[in-house]
């Protein structure tokens, strides 16, 4: 009826799943641990600018990245994209979360297959600190961390990895 013999698709469907079985990808997923790191664009300024790199052996296909702060002293006002042409949009993320202090922000890209991987620029936070009396005790308050961990990471194979807890943490100590 469609012109293939039965034995023909059988052998390519065997091909096909050996191929996805033995992929580059496949095999090293076991060994896998991409690292976040946070990095202050103007540290001891305001408002604060942080980037968002994730350091991948593989190349970046999606990420899910969650980042906390105390809502006390800091204020989320955006979240934008990465410099990396493949993540420069903005990620996906609840901007009604932004006020709890823990956002969750995910993207995909569709340019390249080969890339990126290394250290990727994916997002770039912008926060303010939150307005409080000039007194011993709000300077003391305003030292605070921003916490971030990757949740998961897919190659752009489609291939998830699931990283071990790791958290990264930056210090911020406001004016």
Do not use: C
Request: glycine share 8%; no cysteine; hydrophobic share 45%.
């Amino acid at each position: 009826m469609f012109g293939v013999s039965g034995t023909y698709l059988r052998i390519a469907t065997l091909g096909v799943a050996l191929w996805g079985f033995t992929s580059p990808a496949h095999v090293a997923a076991a060994s896998v641990d991409p690292l976040l790191k946070l990095a202050a664009s103007r540290p001891g300024r305001d408002p604060l600018t942080v980037r968002v790199l994730i350091y991948s052996p593989v190349p970046i296909g999606a990420y899910t990245v969650d980042v906390s702060f105390d809502p006390a002293v800091l204020e989320l006002v955006a979240v934008d994209g990465g410099k990396a042409a493949e993540f420069n949009a903005a990620p996906l993320s609840n901007p009604a979360a932004f006020a709890s202090g823990t956002v969750r922000m995910s993207a995909f890209q569709m340019r390249r297959l080969e890339g990126p991987s290394g250290a990727v620029h994916v997002a770039t936070l912008r926060l303010q600190p939150r307005a409080g009396p000039a007194t011993q005790a709000s300077r003391k308050l305003r030292r605070t961390e921003l916490e971030a961990r990757v949740v998961v990471l897919a190659d752009t194979h489609g291939v998830t990895y699931r990283p071990a807890p790791r958290r990264t943490v930056l210090r911020y100590r406001g004016r």
